[in-house]
């Protein structure tokens, strides 16, 4: 059997060695090799920079020494579980309720396959990951403009968007209208290709019937024994599926970001920070509120004061820095770093997003409208409401995400009390899920720009930012490197934060090794 | 709060009663309620058709009793783990040598969300259910007569097939090709979906770029700190596109019974069958092998032996029969019913299929290609390539669905031993995943047109032979119903069995009671 097949050892080794290299920003573990010379190192925040930073030195032999703000690792992989309690700027206190199991993830929710950084941590923490779905055909795209303010099925709205670009491609094709960019030949293939994936019948033409029911769905399906016959769906026409702007979310899954597949960490994200956190236990001290910081050649000197138990500030010494503190904090803190990185910290402006879980006493998504996990995308402020990834068909209660709110949407959110979120989301999603009102219970809500820690949600660079300050936000300042998403080319997801992490190190250790 | 809402509640009990009303084959557990009069029904067969009979009639108030030739319930609800044993027809035995927690779905392998028959089973049964992928853009695509027989990234075809279609179709919109078909007002937001849509950079072209590489990815992904930057991917050009024949599997995932969301049950399709047959268990009668069906106005009589104990063949009576044998057995067993029943089971042909499931050393589709769960299509005999959709990321073995063939292709798997399709299967696969060979440990096949009990894989329907027999195979024949996939519309799927159970039994209930 084997010798069929000679020459596949060969291959093996090649594809192996190269799989990474080819295509991801993410190359394994540094190699950090070397004399490090007992060199130490101050970081700044126990997010997923300052903790990757942190296991990866101490394995290389740095001392190493992490300055927490809050009570907790992972930063904004976080996870709000009933019996939280979190007080956001302006002093709003809010008591989280969600029952044993459920949560909130504030911030970042799903991990892309393809982010191979972050799922390294993931696989080396032992923290279990189950799928993450975004596309759900028959869940919900939604406009108060458009079909009366009568949600759509995904299933409708694709099936119908390609089934009208289809035929009117054919119609073009065989108008003869793309005769001189496709030869004969391969406008007989593309027409093929367009009924196939179209749905079109045998006249090329879009139409209520078999073929495009078999995507879109039947509006009686097809039964057994002697029960009525299946009767096909109706399209949506063409001028009312374009006026909808419908089509606006049929690419939602297809981002090289949001395609299949996704991963989310049993148990909440928060899950990857807390294990993190564990392993690194003796070396981050929490609470502790960074108010200077400052080098010059012999090293860094850290001034920060115990939030819990007061008293005077106090101060850290280390060979080197590396500040995960995001800048919207850091541009606050007093720092001796060059004219260039300060302005790179003081200009990068951070992004709004809110978030706001419902707790309901019945999972009717599932129950009434067969809809298990994924997103309904709708044109309210609330802009998204995603369906629990876990516990399906369960007969229990569940927590929806009510609202992922971005732009001016968010920042109308972030203006409201928590209460008053929850009234919002409450009566924006009634106007698709009737059930809300009679099934609500408890809510939470995390609104990005009133966090105390990062006062936004990411990093929101422009390409004009960026080919001002991106590459002096990076750079090593003497004593200081900063990591982050914002110190990425990813911002706002986890991998910008690992890989931002593992670039800096390695440029830490090779000054560090080569001096 | 609810005051801004009034009107949701009347919404809700009125969303709730249409839901299943509009859309669904299944409209929840029958209500067989009225005097039974202590009628009794033989079951032949214990798969899912003859379960669900057995389970809502015994509710009923029914005497019931089922005969099952295999000694396990299920029937093509099956899974194989290692220790199992199978002898297909020709004598073939193959020892199952997969590792604790790995299996082979040999049939069913995959429940859409509007299958709410099966699904309200699951749930009944306290089945658990995890996501199916379907849809993996990063598995292949692969066709042995392109791209020099190297496979193809789903994401890669995907994009490039929609980004040629919109810049296509865009180029005719611009050129007035459709002013007859769409307004002029209507063509603006065409050009802005078709943009959206195809990934078309601001001319409306179909370029290498970040629109392009953002859904199809990048030949180098953006990274973290001062490591290179991203760079775009190249797509596929239209002519090279048309002639490869991959934009055949683009269309893979959004049937409407291949769209997403999907289930699987946790441990194996065959969870099922097992968990249904523990509920039976005192009305089960295993290893009997029917042999003559007959009826008479008084009632039915069915003579049966036992494979296992042998002796001379035993009768069964009751007043009615509800005979849930694939017509591929059924034909060779005589029956007496009507003329135009009997031409039904005779005219009625099985389809072909065959499954070939591969143990592997290690999980390299996932350690060393980044492919998590989901399907790689492929134009060799094995047609399919699927990668298990659970214990993600475990540094564990893995059991591959190796092949999944139809047609000709089941047909010349068929026709050879169990050894010669592991080492066509590993061949076929060497050509995606050059690590076959190096990590092979152990496979197991299933040959349906070889199964003992079946003699195929399913009903194989045509709109000829629907038109001619359908009605008649499903008609209450004197005291005798055929009940299973092939008597439904939804052939070869488990909901077809489940729904063709629940009209037979509604009608023979009504003939009880209305006698």
């Given at each position: 059997m084997i010798g069929t097949l000679a020459g596949s050892a060969a291959m093996y080794e090649a594809m192996s060695s190269l799989a990474y290299a080819a295509e991801a920003g993410y190359s394994g573990p540094p190699n950090l090799t070397g004399n490090v010379k007992g060199a130490s190192v101050l970081i700044l925040g126990s997010g997923l920079a300052g903790m990757v930073s942190a296991h990866e030195l101490r394995k290389a032999g740095y001392k190493?020494?992490?300055?927490e703000y809050q009570d907790r690792p992972g930063g904004r992989n976080w996870s709000l579980y009933g019996g939280d309690t979190y007080t956001e700027l302006g002093g709003f206190k809010q008591n989280v309720q969600f029952d044993k199991g459920h949560y909130l993830n504030p911030g970042r929710w799903r991990i892309p396959y393809h982010h191979q950084g972050i799922l390294h941590y993931c696989k080396m923490l032992g923290v279990q990951l189950e799928p993450f779905i975004q596309s759900n055909y028959n869940a919900y795209i939604h406009s108060t403009k458009a079909f009366g303010g009568k949600p759509q099925r995904f299933r409708h709205i694709q099936t119908d968007f390609q089934g009208h670009v289809a035929e009117l491609l054919s119609k073009s094709t065989r108008q003869a209208a793309l005769d001189q960019a496709v030869t004969k030949e391969d406008q007989e293939i593309l027409l093929q290709a367009l009924r196939n994936w179209g749905a079109l019948d045998a006249n090329y033409e879009y139409t209520a019937g078999e073929a495009s029911s078999n995507k879109r769905g039947f509006d009686f399906d097809p039964g057994g024994g002697l029960t009525a016959m299946e009767t096909p769906s109706t399209p949506i026409g063409l001028k009312e599926l374009l006026g909808s702007g419908l089509w606006r979310a049929v690419g939602a899954g297809s981002g090289y970001e949001t395609q299949q597949s996704l991963f989310q960490p049993v148990g909440g994200m928060g899950m990857i920070g807390k294990a993190f956190g564990a392993t690194l236990k003796e070396v981050i001290k929490y609470s502790a509120k960074v108010i200077d910081i400052k080098q010059d050649e012999k090293g860094v000197t850290i001034t920060y004061q115990d939030t819990k138990k007061g008293g005077a500030p106090m101060v850290a010494t280390a060979d080197w820095c590396i500040c995960t503190i995001p800048v919207s904090i850091l541009s606050q803190i007093p720092i001796t770093v060059s004219a260039p990185m300060k302005a790179a910290i003081n200009n990068?402006?951070?992004?709004?997003?809110?978030?706001?879980?419902?707790?309901?006493?019945r999972r009717f998504w599932e129950e009434d409208e067969n809809i298990y996990g994924g997103i309904t995308y709708t044109d309210q402020p609330n802009s998204t409401i995603a369906y629990p990834n876990f516990n399906y068909f369960s007969s229990g209660k569940g927590v929806l995400l009510g609202a992922y709110a971005f732009g001016p949407g968010a920042v109308r959110y972030a203006s409201m009390s928590p209460e008053e979120r929850i009234t919002k989301t409450?009566?924006?999603?009634?106007k698709i899920h009737p059930q809300y009102m009679k099934e609500y219970e408890n809510g939470a809500s995390v609104a990005w720009h009133r966090v105390p820690w990062t006062l936004g949600c990411a990093g929101a660079w422009t390409e004009e930012l960026r080919a001002r300050h991106y590459n002096n936000l990076c750079a090593l300042d003497g004593r200081i490197m900063l990591a982050g998403e914002h110190a990425s080319r990813i911002p706002a997801w986890q991998e910008g934060a690992v890989l931002s992490a593992?670039?800096?190190?390695?440029?830490?250790?090779?000054?560090?090794?080569?001096?």
């Open positions: 190493v020494l992490i300055l990068l402006s951070y992004s709004s997003s809110v978030k706001v879980g419902l707790q309901f006493k409450l009566e924006y999603g009634s593992l670039d800096a190190i390695r440029r830490l250790h090779q000054r560090v090794t080569q001096a």
